[in-house]
């Protein structure tokens, strides 16, 4: 696996990925005709967009219980194909639009669809640029707006901003949204690469804050976790704190289809469950695999080497302070450990130092790693989560608090009446364990 030490994310063909089928583990299958609606939205739009996918309960549910607004009411006239898919469930669907030059497209797309822009537009394409790439996690949100009879919120990237999140985890932000499945519909060779990197990143990150033996959807839920645990929206009433939990649960084969290729390659971790040898077992939703990962020290060691650069560099710091490492010897480490050498031909591998985090304790280690994501993750969360209610304006900002508020609530009141209904099960077993049978009765009688 040479290919994520260092990817050439200058590459421009499809031709030039490191194999002919690399990264098609990230195409999710969804319906044709509900793929067929989404790809005619991103036509609405002139101004040229290079990638684009389509994320969030809109797309792949999470949850079974129905919602409080049906489609007719939030959808002013969506096509039957995301009618049916949503089952009448109207949800808003969240696009992300990758773009080389975000002046130019914001310039394009003010000409086209003014009303997509809060009163930043008056502005102009510059000051909208400026707002998306040195605000937050370099992303302008557009939340909804209608396109095709549909309600939809639509998000702006540079490319650069996002291979570079994707390969070294800057922010997480656009990186953590793409650890869980999403419908690609425009892609581009260099996200496609920079995101494989990222996948098998999110992959070496949970291994590291999982035990020797877990579940398959232990796995997937430590993955899924990773760009909530410094949102700063999970600190308030705003986000369902079953969240996670609904992902991988109603997404459980999308997640195999994900990580199962690049797990199949990793040396240190595997499945040990038979049923995974069955052909059919990655739509199998009865199927929890059983999994393990080799703590040796030296394999974990190159492991913690491998992770991203932004993340890794946090977390030696944090490590640095942990072992009270004079600032010149951890200096001369990192220049020993410098990676920036195109040229080499040997696999990075951990030393003395890394080895020494790897060695850890399990709970220490999980929570330094944790802390670090944390660290990653608060700022451009925050800032992002301000940004919004400049780039959306005060008016769509409440409306999006309202509905997540609403969402928190529903998820508490489900979470509440599940433990109820646990907790009245357990009472149920508990009398039909003390009640002795009519048999036994009839005989002490006698």
Known sequence: ?????????????????????????????????????????LWQFRAPIRYAFAY?????????????????KLHPKPSAAISTVQGGQGKMIDFVFGVSYTQHWHSLNLQHHPDHYSAVRYAGSYAVSRIQDNWGAGVYFNPYVTVNGTLIKYGVVNLDTLCRDLSEWDTLYLAGRLQKPVKILRDDPRVRLANQVNLLSAVRTALLLLPSTFTEQELYST????????????????????????????????????????????????????????????????????MAQDMDPVKRGNMVRRLPKAFRGKLYFAYQSKFQIPQLEFNKMLEAANDEDPTRVKRQQGGEFERRVAGDEPDSLKKEVRQVIKKTI????????????????????????SEKIAKYREGNKKMKSEGRAEKENENKAKTKEHVPEVKDVEKKDQ
Do not use: C
Request: charged share 15%.
């Open 56 to 72: 969030g309960s809109g797309v792949f549910p999470q949850t079974a219980s129905a919602p409080t607004l049906s489609s007719s």
């Open 378 to 401: 608060r700022w451009p969360s925050a800032s992002q989560t301000l940004k919004g209610i400049v780039t959306g304006g005060v008016v769509n900002a409440w409306r999006y608090v």
């Open 1 to 41: 696996m040479d290919w994520d030490e260092h990817p050439d994310l200058s590459i421009s063909t499809f031709s030039e990925l490191p194999s002919t089928n690399f990264g098609v583990n990230q195409h999710m299958v969804i319906n044709n005709e509900f793929k067929e609606a989404l790809r005619q939205i």
């Open 223 to 290: 993955i899924a976790g990773i760009s909530y645990l410094g949102d700063v929206r999970m600190s308030f009433p705003t986000e369902n704190q079953n969240k996670v939990a609904n992902i991988v649960t109603n997404q459980l084969a999308n997640f195999r289809r994900l990580y199962a290729p690049l797990i199949e390659n990793l040396p240190n971790v595997s499945f040990k469950d038979l049923r995974t040898s069955q052909p059919d077992w990655l739509e199998d939703p009865s199927t929890n695999a059983s």
